[in-house]
């Protein structure tokens, strides 16, 4: 029963008709907005590479965060800007850290708004690696110690879910012990479990000041290569207990979105990267390409993919655009 019997214009020949056949809804309650946050007071310090986003200060954090709430945006993710960092992390972990003081201000001031925390070192350390480095590698096993502890301190503080982004072996099992250790049974972990050493984050490092000073971050990060191997860090995250998966970046990661949505029933993120953010809003400001059609549709793509939520630089727009 092919043509003329199936037209498939039919069910495309208006905005309603579009509209009851959609297969994918996209709406603000299913993006996460990133925030980067810095040390000071009154501080919006613009990022270069990423129009629109900006370093801030506890206070201008705190004001965006109830614009944010006032959206109906899903929730934030917060990375922290220390202002001083050392070879051990400590900023990382500490209870009064920037990350930690942000949680609290921010759960005072919008106490519904769900805060996700971002567990790594690479923001606090001098030497801009995911962990301990030793012989000029990140040591696993020391690092462990260091994650679990910011994920304890940044749960006390008042965050509702954390989400380790370091690629250390077992950090999943480590943080859900510490965390029930510590009294927070209740507290989910978003996983980033499968992260690759991405070109796409140079934005990123240049928002939350987190170059490595030698090297790559490779002997942790996937290589982009692999796809399979991305369901084996996904199956042993599950394992050790994570509660939702994440799978980073995400346009360019279509095929693993797929693959996970398929294999696995846990809820799944996507993070729509710095670098994937700063194409489109180069691209756009050159008249290249209508910014507010290429992100919907971008942000659509992940969620046909197979995403339920998206981290994305775009939430704001998603709320102008869709609601
Ligand atoms: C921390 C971290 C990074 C990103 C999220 N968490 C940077 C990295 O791994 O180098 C990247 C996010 C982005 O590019 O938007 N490890």
Redesign the pocket.
């Known amino acids: 029963m092919a043509f003329p019997i199936q037209r498939m214009r039919r069910t495309r020949a208006s905005a309603e008709l579009r509209s009851l056949v959609r297969e994918t809804g996209l709406n603000a309650g299913d993006c996460i907005m990133?925030l980067f946050i810095c040390t000071g007071e009154d501080v919006r310090r613009e990022i270069g590479s990423m129009p629109g986003n900006a370093q801030m200060s506890i206070d201008v954090a705190v004001r965006e965060c109830e614009l944010i709430h006032s959206l109906g945006i899903g929730g934030i993710i917060l990375?922290g800007i220390p202002s001083t960092k050392d070879e051990d992390a400590s900023g990382a972990y500490h209870d009064h850290g920037i990350v930690q003081e942000a949680v609290r201000a921010i759960k005072r001031a919008v106490p519904k708004l769900l805060v996700v925390t971002?567990v790594?070192n690479?923001e606090y350390t001098s030497h801009g690696h995911?962990g301990k480095v030793i012989d000029n590698d990140v040591d696993n096993d020391t690092t462990l110690d260091w994650l679990t502890r910011s994920a304890v301190s940044h749960v006390r503080a008042g965050a509702d879910i954390v989400a380790p982004?370091?690629m250390m072996d077992g950090r999943v099992a480590a943080i859900r012990r510490g965390l029930d250790d510590a009294g927070f049974p209740n507290t989910p972990i978003l996983s980033y479990a499968a992260?690759y050493a991405s070109a796409?984050?140079g934005?990123?490092?240049e928002a939350?000041e987190?170059t490595p000073q030698f090297g790559d971050?490779r002997s942790y990060?996937m290589d982009p290569a692999n796809a399979r191997e991305a369901m084996r860090e996904i199956a042993l995250d599950v394992e050790e207990g994570a509660d939702m998966i994440m799978v980073k970046p995400a346009g360019p990661y279509l095929d693993i979105i797929r693959m996970a949505r398929d294999r696995f029933d846990l809820p799944l993120g996507a993070?729509q990267?710095?670098?994937e953010f700063s194409m489109i809003m180069a691209a756009a400001g050159n008249g290249w390409l209508d910014l507010d059609r290429t992100i919907i549709e971008s942000l659509t793509s992940i969620r046909r993919a197979g995403a339920d939520f998206i981290l994305t630089y775009f939430a704001k727009d998603v709320a102008r655009l869709v609601g």
């Open positions: 990133p990375f971002d790594c690479c995911c982004s370091d992260k796409f984050y934005p990123f490092r939350a987190s971050r990060q993070y990267v710095s670098g």
